[in-house]
């Protein structure tokens, strides 16, 4: 069976990771979060000094610090999907706090740390089988990707879900806040020089604001075997 690329961009929190894992588990392909990737880098940032407490990013000391940064995933076969590390440390727990949040459209529009980011996500990506996502993967990091997704939920159902989900791990926050947070990071990420986040013209437009997540994963399962799954099949009757 022919292995494909899958490209899933959009805003925040309108669960393209969700979607990502589900995806990679069911197709058995490996799974990228390049969110994860530039939020690790603005953990360091944090705990290096390289932004102070009133978020003042030193940007020329973070790029003469990209050398000291290596990020790998691990799968964990308990928890079924890989895990984030930054110089051999497991930081799941630790890049999707809000303070990292609030600093991460800063860190992710310097160039330098783009282009190494990118970099090893076509390292990653190079031998197919792989659902990525992110904010530039279809227009950029894989713009031959075979299937493009690009994801969107209204903005208040966005809010709700992710301060429930930092709710769920003990970080309390008003809705209010977490919305503020989603419409600078979206405004941000949107409006940026370097790769800005832009929906490709041959991505599939996702809008999960009224359907769930097992409804969502059925459908674009159901697309991946009528496009690509389907044809093989037929060729062997
Ligand atoms: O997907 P996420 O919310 O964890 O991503 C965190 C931030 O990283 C997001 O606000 C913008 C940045 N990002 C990016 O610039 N390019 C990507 N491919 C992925 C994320």
Redesign the pocket.
């Known amino acids: 069976m022919q292995k494909i690329t899958i490209a899933i961009?959009g805003y925040?929190?309108c669960g393209?990771?969700t979607l990502a894992k589900a995806l990679a588990q069911r197709l058995n392909y490996s799974y990228v979060?390049?969110?994860?990737?530039?939020?690790s880098v603005t953990l360091y940032a944090i705990r290096n000094n390289i932004i102070d407490k009133d978020h003042n990013l030193d940007e020329a000391k973070l790029i003469a610090s990209l050398d000291n940064i290596e990020l790998n995933f691990i799968f964990d076969s308990h928890h079924k999907t890989s895990e984030t590390y930054l110089n051999g440390e497991n930081v799941e727990r630790f890049i999707?706090t809000m303070e990292v949040?609030n600093n991460?459209?800063k860190v992710?529009?310097i160039k330098q740390v783009?282009e190494k980011?990118i970099s090893l996500?076509r390292l990653m990506g190079k031998k197919k089988g792989v659902v990525m996502?992110?904010?530039?993967?279809g227009t950029n990091?894989f713009p031959k990707a075979e299937l493009k997704l690009f994801m969107t939920a209204d903005t208040d159902v966005r809010a709700q879900r992710r301060h429930d989900e930092l709710s769920s791990k003990g970080q309390y926050f008003t809705l209010e806040e977490v919305k503020h947070n989603l419409l600078e990071?979206d405004y941000?990420?949107s409006h940026?020089k370097e790769?800005p986040?832009t929906q490709a013209e041959d991505a599939i437009v996702l809008d999960n604001t009224d359907i769930s997540k097992e409804e969502q994963l059925e459908f674009v399962l159901k697309l991946i075997e009528d496009t690509y799954l389907a044809p093989e099949k037929h060729k062997h009757l």
């Open positions: 961009d925040s929190s393209k990771s979060d390049t969110g994860a990737m530039y939020r999707r949040s991460v459209s992710s529009s783009r980011m996500q996502d992110g904010r530039d993967i990091v990071r941000a990420d940026r790769n986040l």
